[in-house]
């Protein structure tokens, strides 16, 4: 009996302490309802994604800077080729979801910052999410894989080994920028990689720069996404995004 008062009373408390009394609906929002997404098999892209490269075919959704036409090796795989320059997708996005595959060599050629370079860039090529074979290899830990490049230090080193297919899941919310351009509010960046999370949420500084401290200067809501040709003939497959809408 005393127990049952005293749950009584507690249960009270608690509707004093809203200062009224709630019933269980008042704090069900049924305003919006999800869309519904059929996920793919494994890896495979869901239904709302857009492909940016499952095989041959995608090679024309990317081009250089310059304009030009895709130099990299464009096969089941898409892989760097040394000197021809950094690639980009000629869609522009903003708020995404990405996947995107990469397989740094098997053979293990230089080091640190030397083997297995590329990088995944936002918005041009201003945010960038490290991609190198940091299996066993030191470098600075912020420019490791999975780093935002020389913000973030990952909170893990999910590295697989070189030659081995790897995956990472990117949530990237796009700055947003005020009538005058000054900042609104900041990018930020989640990064799964191999399924563990190695970046949650981190709010980025600014572009990620090789030299100097960030900051962030006007730029459109929507650019291409771009991949790096550090000189290493690192591969990529399966590239999807889904356009988000973060606001
Ligand atoms: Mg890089």
């Not at 009584?8 to 008042?26: H, R």
């Not at 697989?160 to 900041?186: C, H, M, V």
Request: hydrophobic share 35%; glycine share 10%; proline share 5%.
């Amino acid at each position: 009996m005393k127990k049952i008062i005293l749950l009584a009373t507690l249960a009270l408390a608690g509707q004093w302490a809203f200062g009224q009394k709630m019933k269980p609906q008042d704090t069900e929002d049924w305003s919006r309802v999800p869309e519904v997404v059929t996920p793919g098999k494994r890896t495979n892209a869901p239904s709302d994604a857009v492909m940016l490269y499952g095989g041959r075919k995608d090679a024309a959704k990317w081009e250089h800077d310059n304009g030009d036409a895709l130099k990299w090796k464009a096969k089941r795989a898409l892989t760097v080729k040394k000197g021809t320059g950094y690639i980009r997708t000629k869609q522009g996005f903003g708020d995404v979801q990405l996947h995107i595959e990469w397989r740094a060599p098997r053979k293990v050629v230089g080091e640190g910052q030397g083997r297995g370079n590329s990088g995944v860039f936002f918005m041009g090529g201003l945010y960038e999410v490290q991609i190198l074979d940091s299996y066993n290899n030191k470098t600075y830990s912020n420019g490791q894989a999975s780093s935002v490049y020389k913000q973030f230090v990952p909170l893990a080193n999910a590295c697989k080994k070189p030659g081995k297919w790897q995956a990472y899941d990117i949530i990237f919310q796009a700055p947003r920028f005020n009538e005058d351009k000054t900042l609104k509010s900041p990018a930020y960046i989640t990064v799964i990689h191999n399924g563990v999370l190695v970046q949650n949420h981190v709010e980025l500084k600014g572009p990620t720069l090789y030299i100097g401290k960030p900051e962030y200067k006007y730029h459109a809501d929507k650019l291409p996404i771009k991949l790096q040709d550090h000189g290493n003939p690192v591969s990529f497959r399966n590239i999807w995004v889904r356009e988000l809408n973060l606001d």
